[in-house]
């Protein structure tokens, strides 16, 4: 039996907490919570800086429990400190409508600071929250004021190490040298399956050596005077990150479960917890008993959060005093507010200009809105001449040769914290995660980008962004088969259909320039997550001289009516292929067919209109209707209609000139004009319109009816 000092009972109690709030669920894991309750205590109530009567304190501590699948410690901590999360949810653990579901989620759970449970999520969105807090810390603080001067924690299994994403975002934050960000590895030697050493034998810590972190072993996981002397020489590592590799077990106190893969991700048992009680000294087997001396220690964090935060907001109200002019700045950063000439300088073109790419258009656009928006900052995987996404003389966030964060850094071209560009590497993964870490830190307006087909490899991440409501910014060009040379394995298919099936993400995929201006109008303003879809080939400024209500944000609009009254067809398009169908339009005119032409650069934002304003766009009575997009036609069935035909490709792309490829597959002007000739019933009339040499009619893989 376990000598019950107050810290061991406190520890107890977390670990107790946590195995009843599994039992009494019959479901979940209770085998992280039980061994890294000894860590997770001392950094909660000897380091963390928190205010748990406001967990929107700017100047908290980030805690991130990456090893999602241990939420039951999370949930215990934050109720026994004092968050606003009562002792019956708790008991509602993994229930339908409760506070503490199955892993923790952003904005669903008061305290939760991001969304985990995918492996090495929480990982990279640390590294992300670090580069947010050393950003803001170069760029705001000044000698004898720091208004920003926090630590990023971080609690992460042998999975997290495991997983991909986790050494991209390691490798990243090692480069950058972010001494703010300190992880503790519970290092249990157990995963699901059994025990790690099956197919985890390489040193962990070597690794992190190699990426420039500063590593330190902890033998004994319910050491807590080492483990807070690791986390303190932790916090002097201002030039590298920290790994703390704390050895501990598995369901620790569980007679039979201890260091058994079945504590894992199962409940003890109704006997097995009975006799973990009495093992570890417990005085009752009733559940969810708090001792009251336990509860009082935690308790502790709610006075000493509110004087942490009252003598910060005294020194940024000196701050503000003695710099007026980046205190006006930063006011706005704490609370999400644009600046009020945010939109200032967008740019704006005329159908005569010349035909320009819309990912060119969004680099200008982006550009224009960096100049009024300060914390707009962001970065490319490697392809910033690829995706026009650099920020012109604002800077590289690179770490100084003489300083870290929170130094004042140069901008201008010189390398510091303060810079706005930041070089992700060709490390997708990580670069998707880390976003998401920065939006969720907040302060900053973060985007990220690259070519459309590697959104495959941030899928996890970006379906995050929209289960967390995230503002997210995810750049994407190179957006069809009209990428050419490079091929099928660089030309997206498949990916647009399955992004729009995200709930909560706005995909928008413009058509011209200042429809591409219009989505980083709306993105900026918007509370959510937005993907742009941007085009490598160049497309025509659209004239919009005759356009009902051109609007981005609602999602679709007609962008040229039909001559005479009630049109015959609509004709709807996104991205590069919009001017196919303006072309089109002029096409029918010669066959006395009167069209309407439709651009869509957002199923998510028209779907959200009212069903008048969608009617008065697509009406139901108009029932011929031609889609096309050089994207899968999936999902397009919805706005084509029973009796409307779909172009688009259902295989994979080819290698030739972009122009040639869309050719080939039948994105052209005579393949629309002789689509919607056929839904008129003009057989012969669209035969002319595209016959062999357009050779759209016989190799249009994805043209059909809905």
Do not use: C
């Given at each position: 039996m376990h000598t019950q000092t107050l810290e061991n009972l406190c520890i107890n109690t977390i670990r107790i907490l946590s195995a009843d709030a599994v039992q009494n669920a019959n479901s979940g894991h209770p085998g992280l919570p039980m061994g890294a309750a000894a860590m997770a205590y001392a950094l909660w109530t000897r380091f963390l800086k928190h205010n748990p009567r406001d967990p929107h304190w700017f100047d908290r501590d980030r805690f991130v429990l990456s090893a999602g699948h241990g939420s039951m410690l999370l949930y215990s901590l934050l109720h026994l400190t004092g968050y606003d999360l009562p002792l019956e949810q708790l008991k509602r653990f993994r229930q339908w409508g409760s506070q503490t579901p199955g892993h923790p989620e952003r904005g669903h759970t008061v305290g939760v600071e991001v969304a985990t449970g995918p492996l090495g999520q929480g990982f990279g969105n640390a590294v992300g929250m670090a580069i947010a807090e050393a950003w803001l810390a170069a760029r705001y603080n000044r000698p004898e004021h720091k208004i920003v001067d926090h630590y990023t924690y971080a609690i992460c299994g042998d999975g997290d190490l495991m997983e991909g994403i986790t050494q991209e975002a390691a490798s990243l934050a090692g480069h950058l040298r972010l001494g703010k960000l300190i992880c503790l590895y519970d290092r249990n030697h157990i995963s699901l399956s059994g025990a790690t050493d099956m197919t985890f034998t390489e040193d962990v810590a070597r690794r992190f050596d190699a990426y420039g972190w500063h590593t330190r072993t902890v033998t004994d996981g319910n050491d807590t005077e080492d483990i807070a002397k690791a986390i303190q020489e932790a916090q002097q590592q201002e030039r590298r990150p920290s790994l703390i590799l704390v050895?501990?077990?598995?369901?620790?106190?569980?007679?039979?479960?201890?260091?058994?893969?079945?504590?894992?991700?199962?409940?003890?048992?109704?006997?097995?917890?009975?006799?973990?009680?009495?093992?570890?000294?417990?005085?009752?087997?009733?559940?969810?008993?708090?001792?009251?001396?336990?509860?009082?220690?935690?308790?502790?964090?709610?006075?000493?959060?509110?004087?942490?935060?009252?003598?910060?907001?005294?020194?940024?109200?000196?701050?503000?005093?003695?710099?007026?002019?980046?205190?006006?700045?930063?006011?706005?950063?704490?609370?999400?507010?644009?600046?009020?000439?945010?939109?200032?300088?967008?740019?704006?073109?005329?159908?005569?200009?010349?035909?320009?790419?819309?990912?060119?258009?969004?680099?200008?656009?982006?550009?224009?809105?960096?100049?009024?928006?300060?914390?707009?900052?962001?970065?490319?995987?490697?392809?910033?001449?690829?995706?026009?996404?650099?920020?012109?003389?604002?800077?590289?966030?690179?770490?100084?040769?003489?300083?870290?964060?929170?130094?004042?850094?140069?901008?201008?071209?010189?390398?510091?914290?303060?810079?706005?560009?930041?070089?992700?590497?060709?490390?997708?993964?990580?670069?998707?995660?880390?976003?998401?870490?920065?939006?969720?830190?907040?302060?900053?307006?973060?985007?990220?980008?690259?070519?459309?087909?590697?959104?495959?490899?941030?899928?996890?991440?970006?379906?995050?962004?929209?289960?967390?409501?995230?503002?997210?910014?995810?750049?994407?060009?190179?957006?069809?088969?009209?990428?050419?040379?490079?091929?099928?394995?660089?030309?997206?298919?498949?990916?647009?259909?399955?992004?729009?099936?995200?709930?909560?993400?706005?995909?928008?995929?413009?058509?011209?320039?200042?429809?591409?201006?219009?989505?980083?109008?709306?993105?900026?303003?918007?509370?959510?997550?937005?993907?742009?879809?941007?085009?490598?080939?160049?497309?025509?400024?659209?004239?919009?001289?005759?356009?009902?209500?051109?609007?981005?944000?609602?999602?679709?609009?007609?962008?040229s009516e039909a001559e005479g009254g009630t049109p015959e067809v609509i004709l709807i398009g996104t991205g590069s292929e919009v001017a196919l169908c303006v072309k089109a339009q002029e096409k029918l005119k010669g066959y006395g067919v009167s069209a309407r032409v439709v651009s869509m650069p957002s199923w998510d934002l028209f779907a959200d209109q009212d069903e008048a304003y969608r009617d008065s766009v697509l009406p139901k009575a108009i029932k011929r209707r031609v889609t096309i997009e050089a994207a899968s036609t999936f999902g397009w069935h919805r706005w084509a209609r029973d009796e409307g035909t779909m172009i688009g490709i259902d295989r994979f792309g080819a290698s030739a000139p972009g122009q040639e490829l869309m050719k080939q597959f039948g994105f052209t002007a005579e393949h629309v004009t002789s689509a919607a000739l056929r839904l008129l019933g003009r057989n012969d009339e669209a035969g002319k319109e595209c016959g062999p040499e357009t050779a759209c009619a016989a190799t249009a893989p994805g043209e059909g009816h809905a």
């Open positions: 050895r501990t077990h598995i369901g620790y106190g569980s007679p039979k479960k201890q260091d058994n893969f079945s504590a894992h991700g199962s409940p003890l048992g109704e006997e097995e917890l009975q006799a973990t009680k009495r093992a570890l000294g417990w005085p009752t087997m009733d559940k969810f008993y708090l001792p009251k001396e336990a509860v009082d220690r935690f308790r502790e964090a709610i006075d000493k959060g509110a004087r942490a935060q009252q003598e910060w907001q005294k020194r940024y109200e000196a701050y503000k005093n003695d710099f007026p002019k980046e205190g006006a700045e930063f006011d706005p950063l704490l609370s999400g507010k644009l600046p009020e000439n945010w939109a200032a300088g967008l740019p704006n073109w005329n159908s005569s200009d010349k035909p320009m790419s819309t990912r060119v258009a969004g680099g200008q656009a982006l550009n224009a809105l960096a100049k009024n928006i300060p914390n707009l900052i962001g970065g490319s995987a490697d392809l910033n001449s690829s995706t026009e996404t650099a920020l012109k003389g604002l800077g590289d966030f690179q770490p100084s040769e003489a300083g870290g964060a929170g130094t004042l850094g140069a901008v201008g071209g010189e390398w510091s914290y303060a810079g706005r560009n930041l070089a992700f590497g060709v490390r997708e993964h990580a670069m998707g995660a880390a976003v998401n870490g920065m939006a969720a830190h907040g302060g900053v307006l973060p985007f990220s980008a690259t070519f459309l087909v590697f959104s495959d490899y941030m899928k996890p991440a970006i379906r995050l962004a929209a289960l967390s409501g995230l503002k997210s910014f995810f750049v994407f060009t190179h957006d069809s088969v009209g990428v050419g040379e490079d091929g099928p394995t660089h030309e997206p298919v498949e990916q647009l259909a399955g992004l729009r099936s995200i709930p909560g993400l706005t995909v928008i995929r413009p058509a011209d320039g200042n429809e591409t201006a219009e989505a980083w109008a709306f993105a900026v303003q918007h509370g959510g997550p937005t993907l742009f879809a941007l085009t490598r080939q160049d497309v025509p400024h659209l004239d919009r001289g005759n356009a009902k209500d051109p609007s981005v944000a609602k999602g679709a609009y007609i962008l």
